[in-house]
């Protein structure tokens, strides 16, 4: 069985992972796949945007602790584990497109760093997120870089510290997720929200996004230094000439994608 599967259609790429028996945990293999089949994406100029999402009962239940536990493994095997999962999680935010969630079941541990990793996240309401390893002994460290940074100091450490799950409500009210549907609908809301993404220039969203994560830690003034020299570029490329234009004549542009 592979353990990522991918498809492509309406300039979306999706993206499952593939071990529903073991709750898509993320294996050695599987993260390598994920990274291998992001590095092709990156390069795919037909894809606009990026959908993760699960097979089976849960999005992601965290690491495959089979390749944390053994008197064998020894300090070099645990650097790759999470070398390996840190580098495919800072990919997500490489990546030219935008990148969406589509949570379900649980996400926890490195489940829910992977969706605190994504641009974007919709849930179905019956979903919940934890970062449990204080309950067993392996605090969740390489989770809580992407989860303080999108919910906040204070709101991470008392998942980190408590290992509770916390609903889908609370983790839209937290800035974990953006959305929050029925499950008979999460399907159909995360294509209707990747297709009305998916409209617009890949050159634009891969410029903008770049641009945001460049941005979003530096302080104002900084910030703006960065921002008024990259929109100014951005005024020089192809489908920002197209798009003003086409703005002013009351028609639909039509993108170049450069």
Not at 99 to 127: E, F, N, P, R
Not at 153 to 172: H, I, K, N
Not at 235 to 240: F, G, I, M, P, Y
């Amino acid at each position: 069985m592979e353990p990522v599967l991918f498809e492509k259609k309406e300039h979306i790429g999706w993206l499952t992972l593939n071990r529903p028996k073991q709750r898509n945990t993320l294996s050695l293999e599987l993260m390598d796949e994920m990274q291998r089949r992001l590095d092709l994406v990156a390069k795919d100029k037909d894809v606009r945007v990026v959908v993760i999402r699960g097979s089976g009962p849960a999005f992601c239940a965290g690491h495959d602790m089979n390749e944390l536990v053994g008197e064998g493994y020894g300090i070099d095997h645990f650097r790759k584990v999470f070398s390996v999962c840190s580098d495919m999680m800072q990919t997500l935010h490489k990546l030219p497109q935008p990148v969406i969630a589509q949570v379900h079941g649980v996400a926890m541990a490195a489940g829910c760093q992977l969706v605190a990793a994504c641009d974007l996240a919709v849930a179905d309401s019956k979903t919940k997120f934890s970062t449990p390893g204080v309950k067993i002994g392996l605090f969740c460290i390489t989770p809580m870089v992407p989860l303080s940074r999108v919910i906040g100091r204070g709101r991470a450490l008392d998942m980190l510290f408590t290992g509770r799950f916390v609903s889908a409500q609370e983790a839209e009210r937290f800035g974990l997720v953006n959305k929050v549907v029925d499950p008979d609908k999460l399907a159909e809301e995360t294509r209707s929200w990747a297709v009305e993404i998916a409209r617009y220039s890949r050159f634009t969203l891969g410029f903008g996004k770049k641009a945001f994560y460049e941005q979003v830690d530096q302080d104002e003034a900084s910030a703006y230094k960065y921002a008024k020299e990259a929109i100014a570029q951005n005024c020089l490329a192809e489908d920002a000439q197209e798009g003003m234009k086409a703005f002013l004549e009351k028609r639909k542009p039509i993108w170049k994608d450069r």
